[in-house]
């Protein structure tokens, strides 16, 4: 089945630099790529997905990436903010199949 | 569009009780999924649901817990003589069946999630 790892666990920036969170997948066929940001005492708020048939998605201050070749995919938030402060995780799955895998998480800090 | 809705938000059971969680999944979305998480952890995908159907239960333990998405009213999940070991955060998400050229694909909408914990 799908091993998804995420690296690192926590992520401390400054508020206005970048902050990059990666992920790898063991699932060839895995070709969705959802993250989720979650807040302390909230359910995870899906931020950004990407599929398999594209490289780069960007909405904002937000993008992701995705090499399928090396199987690893990741977060960019540019211009962070203190309320970007929380825990994102990455996730993966096939198409038709809903059995999706969490990453572990990273508790991300921005400092004003 | 209302959001995914869990209730009750907290729970507090004595080991032995039954623990009742339930969520009705975003409007028009027939599938509903409960994930486990426990504190400083990521998400265990226990169950999903269909309609009237149980497609994939793999992740959830085969004895005390229990999962249904009744054709009327939210889904249920069910953990029987509750231990210490249940406490953890319960979440609910919901998806349509969304077509593209590449198959259908599972946007998954969370709810606020159920803290439960036992006694």
């Known amino acids: 089945g799908e091993n998804v790892e995420q690296h690192p666990s926590t992520l401390s920036v400054q508020e206005g630099d970048s902050a990059v969170i990666k992920c790898t997948y063991s699932d060839s066929a895995s070709n969705y790529f959802p993250w989720y940001k979650q807040e302390l005492g909230k359910g995870p708020q899906l931020i950004i997905d990407i599929r398999s048939n594209v490289g780069e998605k960007k909405d904002q201050r937000i993008a992701v990436t995705l090499n399928k070749t090396a199987k690893h995919f990741s977060l960019h938030i540019t211009e962070t903010q203190p309320e970007d402060s929380a825990v994102y995780f990455c996730?993966?799955?096939?198409?038709?199949?809903?059995?999706?895998?969490f990453g572990a998480g990273t508790r991300l800090t921005v400092k004003p | 569009n209302a959001g995914v809705m869990q209730n009750p938000r907290h729970l507090v059971r004595r080991r032995g009780q039954e623990a009742r969680l339930r969520c009705s999944p975003m409007?028009?979305?027939?599938?509903v999924y409960w994930y486990r998480q426990l504190p400083e952890e990521g998400l265990k995908f226990m169950v999903y649901?269909?309609?009237?159907?149980?497609?994939?239960e793999s992740g959830m333990p085969k004895e005390r817990f229990s999962a249904e998405f009744p054709k009327e009213g939210p889904s249920i999940l069910r953990i029987q003589q509750v231990v210490r070991g249940d406490s953890a955060a319960y979440f609910c998400?919901?998806?349509?069946?969304?077509?593209?050229?590449?198959?259908?694909?599972?946007?998954?909408?969370f709810g606020p999630g159920t803290r439960l914990t036992v006694l």
């Open positions: 409007k028009g979305h027939s599938h």
């Open positions: 996730a993966a799955s096939r198409y038709n199949n809903n059995d999706m895998r």
């Open positions: 649901l269909q309609k009237e159907n149980i497609i994939d």
């Open positions: 998400a919901s998806s349509p069946v969304s077509s593209s050229a590449f198959g259908a694909y599972n946007e998954q909408f």
